[in-house]
Structures are given as structure tokens and as C-alpha cells.
Nanobody, 125 residues
Framework: VQLQAFGGGLVQAGGSLRLSCTAS????????VGWFRQIPGKEREFIAG????????YYADSVKGRFTISRDNAKTTAYLQMNSLNPEDTAVYYC???????????????????WGQGTQVTVSS
């Protein structure tokens, strides 16, 4: 499955953005979906993950309560709703998916073999 992430942009601190991740060549059915972010010189950081049944979601402590991951398997789209953004959220955001992510690895970028191209999110103070 090929992924494409979009929806990034420039937003003021306290604002919101919704990122989307679309799948082509397949659907998200059967896949664990994850969102990650990366700033230059740093490792890719786990933000949020949704297991196959979408009833199980996981978040980094830094975004818990502000970000929400959701997925619509029928529409082959996953979302990351980001609220109360702050300048520390500035990064390139990536979506990822894989059929074989075990729960203990859901936060590891190496667990995912399908990646979107990334979308820049910039939060101004």
C-alpha cells in the first residue's frame, strides 16, 4: 500500500490542524497505522498509533490529550487531529502503516514498512 500524507502548514500557537493520510493500492483494513514526526538532527518520534480495530489507540505523552488519531478503513484514510499546538510541535509529520506491528513495537519506526512522504507542520509563537 502506498501512503500520502497532507494537511500540514503554518499555524499560530494554540491553533489546530488536521493531517490526513491516504492509502492507494489497497486499504487500511488489517493495518496498524501510526503517525510520527521528525525534526532535523533528531530521530523520528512516535506520536500516535491505531491498531487494526481502531478501538485501541496509543499516544506519546507529549501529545496526549491534544492529538487524536482516527481511521476510516472504508475510505482508506487516516487522520491526526492536532489541537492546542505549540512551537515544540514543529516538525515534518509522517504517516506509516504495517500489517505486522505487534503491540510492544507500535512506537518503533522500524515496525512500519509503508511510509508517506511527510508533511511540514510549523507552529509560530
Amino acid at each position: 500500500v502506498q501512503l500520502q500524507a497532507f494537511g500540514g502548514g503554518l499555524v499560530q500557537a494554540g491553533g489546530s490542524l488536521r493531517l490526513s493520510c491516504t492509502a492507494s493500492g489497497g486499504t487500511f483494513a488489517g493495518y496498524t497505522v501510526g503517525w510520527f514526526r521528525q525534526i532535523p538532527g533528531k530521530e523520528r518520534e512516535f506520536i500516535a498509533g491505531a491498531r487494526v480495530n481502531a478501538g485501541s489507540t496509543y499516544y506519546a505523552d507529549s501529545v496526549k490529550g491534544r492529538f487524536t488519531i482516527s481511521r476510516d478503513n472504508a475510505k482508506t484514510t487516516a487522520y491526526l487531529q492536532m489541537n492546542s499546538l505549540n512551537p515544540e510541535d514543529t516538525a515534518v509529520y509522517y504517516c506509516a502503516a504495517d500489517r505486522h506491528v505487534i503491540l510492544s513495537n507500535i512506537r518503533s519506526p522500524r515496525a512500519y514498512h509503508n511510509w508517506g512522504q511527510g508533511t511540514q507542520v510549523t507552529v509560530s509563537s
